[in-house]
């Protein structure tokens, strides 16, 4: 029976993932380190969090001594603490770095210390930067383009590395874009609904042209779940969704499924640095470890918009959320 670290399992991915988890027969108990940042609530974690399976531990992935005694008792580590709105990285990169860099490599040199199991390290598809045709693959080089992918990159290739170097079982998952419920209203599919559904107007960056592909967030979660348990140490999988959309199509679905017209939608300048395209290849955790989003988009978004129509206590608060360069009240983004 294993004892599971997760790390910012009060945010988005990780409440979902705790969930999942927790229902796991191997698995004995699962601690959430998190610290609560604007991004991170207790509430997400719902009837999860009084599991007397589940111990939450208030705190910074920071700070080592703390991480150091979580780790003494934890055989396995999924991180997924981070900042990680694009927009933020943009007015406050140095709290990128230092979450997301020094963070992780606090967490890589106490599992290394104490001879951790398994480490799975939370990545993202933006890495690769972006791509003007065709899929990045494991092996693609990275190219991160903005400070957030930038930081993901680094905090990536210093998990590596402590494969590399000492051993210590990591494998990175890098997913596409995810969606679904209890995701923070900054992200461009709970902003747009949640305009929507408001009767507020929605806008669109440029000519609305960027792709982006779009994945489950329990489909993603399948996937990490997969790489705790079988993925090979010191290998990187991609968890794509298989859906790629360019914001006019993803707003097209939204439009239509909030019962609104393109009335609602106007147009901005865009931003700089917003990368025209991601686009990801998940044959190798298919082929290797089975992996297979389930979730058609349809239905997802569908769910999701419900969601947010259903609980406007869950998400309305957060709008009054620290809000650095504005990126709570611009509608665009991603
Ligand atoms: P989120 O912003 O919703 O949640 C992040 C969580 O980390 C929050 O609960 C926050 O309180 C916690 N946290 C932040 N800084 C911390 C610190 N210093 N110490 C402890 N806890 C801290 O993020 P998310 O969307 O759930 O993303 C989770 C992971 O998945 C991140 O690593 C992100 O880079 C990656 N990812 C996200 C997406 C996506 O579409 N959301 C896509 C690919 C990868």
């Known amino acids: 029976m294993e004892n599971v670290l ?12 705790v969930k999942r988890i927790l229902a796991a027969e ?21 009837a999860a969090f009084l599991s007397p399976r589940l111990a939450f531990v208030h705190g910074n992935i920071l700070d080592a001594q703390l991480v150091d005694d979580l780790m003494a008792r934890h055989s396995m580590v999924v991180h997924f603490a981070a900042e990680s709105h694009v927009d933020r990285s943009f007015a406050a990169a140095s709290t990128f770095l230092s979450t997301n860099v020094t963070g992780t490599h606090t967490l890589l040199d106490a599992a290394m210390r104490h001879g951790t199991q398994r480490f799975v390290h939370v990545s993202t598809d933006e890495v690769y930067g972006p791509l003007v045709e065709g899929t990045a693959t494991e092996e693609s080089p ?106 006019r199509e993803l707003t097209d ?9 393109w009335d609602a939608v106007t147009y901005i300048p ?24 389930e979730r058609r988009l349809e239905d997802g978004l569908a769910e999701t918009a419900d969601w947010y129509r259903r609980n406007p206590d869950r998400w309305a608060p957060l709008m009054r959320s620290p809000d650095p360069g504005g990126v709570l009240t611009a509608s665009g983004g991603r």
Do not use: M
């Not at 191997?26 to 719902?46: F, P």
């Not at 990801?280 to 470890?289: E, W």
């Open 26 to 46: 191997n698995v004995a108990r699962v601690t959430v380190l998190d610290a609560l940042t604007y991004a991170g609530h207790i509430e997400t974690l719902g």
């Open 142 to 247: 990275l190219r991160p383009s903005v400070p957030y992918a930038a930081s993901k990159a680094a905090s990536d290739l210093i998990a590596l590395s402590y494969f590399h170097t000492y051993g210590l079982p990591v494998c990175v998952t890098r997913s596409s874009n995810n969606y679904g419920p209890h995701q923070h209203p900054e992200k461009v599919i709970p902003r747009f609904i949640t305009r929507l559904q408001s009767g507020e107007p929605v806008t669109i960056h440029g000519r609305g042209e960027h792709t982006r592909n779009w994945l489950h967030v329990e489909d993603n979660c399948a996937g990490i779940d997969a790489v705790l348990r079988g993925g090979t140490p010191g290998e990187v999988y991609n968890l794509g969704g298989g859906t790629d959309l360019t914001t």
């Open 270 to 293: 865009d931003r700089p640095a917003n990368d025209v395209r991601y686009s990801i290849d998940s044959s190798k955790a298919a082929a290797q470890l089975g992996y297979r989003p």
């Open 253 to 261: 679905h939204l439009l239509q499924i909030c019962g609104k017209t």
């Open 6 to 17: 997760v790390t910012g399992g009060a945010g988005f991915i990780g409440s979902h993932f």
